[in-house]
């Protein structure tokens, strides 16, 4: 996109867009055809492109994506609005009022820290992104001070802020070899970059892919792994006064509510020591995403009297029932070692049929087992594969989803 093309759809574009709102259809073909009785080739193509992101974009910024304008890389990039406003009522709490969005984007995380009550900053080198967050902003009734574009780590001599936002372009790596993987080569700024940021500014926040190893940074720091129901988002380095250095932290959302975990990284490491279960207790738990990923369930299973059922998977096992969003729990019906016919066995000393199949550390297909096992009758249940010790298992069990509240 260039700044032609934007001026062209905030102006007579945006009268098209509005027009044709969400209910364009999902005929790509006539929608071409309608557009070219009023449009030339080029601006047909970026009102449709326009349309097709905003319905992208919808799952990350609800109705208001309708109002705003994107590009493709740019909106991958974006934060979703739920975590993007995680992060800004951390800043909002920590009480800083004037916050330097750098990198700003399309303006996902500035959208949020202007709503949470906060002045912004918008910088990037891009001229086009630059204009996005501000159009996207204002499109909102949002304000923020946009700066000229710049190359960082520069920082352009009009920003007088001490706290700040940086989400570093990504470029992944391997793409040529036809995959996708962290590469730290791909940041910019890189990382010398970024430190160099992290000791201009009072505080701050770095958004990093998920997948970057924790600590590729090398300052003191508290890493904080994000999650939207059951999908990891966002690894944020927190910097400076907004930091508990040597912390590692766990964010999960669902339903509407924010659970947080957190615990020193040596606590963390120590609580991998603790003895396995023997075997599955009346309830097992498998966490999300976002806490596999920060290492830290084995210490929320200590504090929640849960104990790991093999060294190399992340389930968890107890006497009791725990309710929290960093779980999904099921209540043990049956278990035993994985032999030969084990399956059916199982589900038939329960009584039950099989609702689905899940597998851990098992190398089975879920989709064969649930044919094999179709004429089963009985109330629905898991069959879980995994392992115990080193041993493979089952288990057959009901989600507490399913059952009544304790």
């Keep these: ?42 601006r047909s193509r970026l009102v449709q492109e ?6 992208r974009a919808a799952s990350k910024f609800g109705d208001a994506a309708w109002r705003m304008l994107f590009t493709r890389r740019l909106l991958e990039q974006a934060s979703g609005r739920e975590t993007a406003a995680w992060k800004a009522q951390r800043f909002a709490k920590a009480g800083w009022t004037r916050i330097a969005d750098l990198c700003c984007g399309s303006g996902g995380d500035a959208i949020e820290l202007a709503r949470a009550g906060m002045a912004v900053d918008l910088v990037d080198l891009d001229p086009v992104a630059l204009e996005l967050a501000r159009h996207n902003l204002s ?12 190359e960082l780590p ?11 936002h940086l989400d570093p372009d990504r470029r992944t790596g391997g793409r040529d070899q036809g995959e996708d993987r962290w590469d730290h080569g791909g940041l910019s700024p890189d990382l010398a970059g970024i430190r160099k940021l992290v000791s201009r500014f009072e505080a701050g926040a770095i958004k990093l892919s998920p997948g970057a190893p924790e600590g590729i940074l090398e300052i003191a720091a508290e890493t904080e792994f994000v999650g939207t129901r059951d999908e990891l988002r966002e690894q944020i380095v927190w910097t400076g006064s907004l930091a508990t250095a040597g912390t590692l932290r766990v964010s999960e959302w669902r339903d509407g509510i924010w659970e947080s975990y957190a615990a020193p990284k040596s606590r963390a490491e120590d609580a991998f020591d603790d003895d396995l279960a023997e075997a599955p207790e009346a309830f097992v738990f498998e966490p999300v995403k976002a806490m596999v990923r920060s290492h830290l369930f084995a210490a929320f299973g200590q504090d929640h009297r849960l104990r790991r059922m093999d060294a ?14 960093f779980l999904k729990g099921y209540r043990v019906l049956t278990h035993g070692p994985l ?18 199949v899940k597998k851990r550390g098992v190398a089975v297909l879920p989709e064969k087992a649930l044919r094999t096992l179709k004429n089963l009758e009985g109330p629905p249940a898991v069959l879980s594969y995994t392992r115990v010790r080193g041993v493979k298992w089952v288990i057959v069990s009901e989600p507490l989803a399913a059952m009544e509240p304790e």
Aim: charged share 25%; proline share 4%.
């Design 154 to 164: 520069s920082l352009p001599d009009s920003l007088d802020v001490q706290a700040f």
């Design 312 to 325: 190399s998977i992340a389930w968890l096992t107890g006497p009791e029932v725990v309710r929290s969003n």
């Design 339 to 356: 032999k030969a016919g084990t399956e059916e066995s199982l589900l038939r000393q329960a009584g039950r049929s099989c609702m689905a």
């Design 1 to 42: 996109m260039t700044l032609e093309d934007l001026e062209f759809l905030r102006g007579e574009g945006a009268a098209i867009l509005a027009e044709l709102g969400n209910s364009a259809g999902s005929d790509p073909l006539a929608l071409a055809q309608k557009l070219r009785k009023r449009l030339d080739a080029d």
């Design 139 to 150: 499109a909102l009734g949002l304000e923020a001070h946009t700066h000229s574009p710049c």
């Design 50 to 55: 326009q349309l097709e992101l905003r319905r």
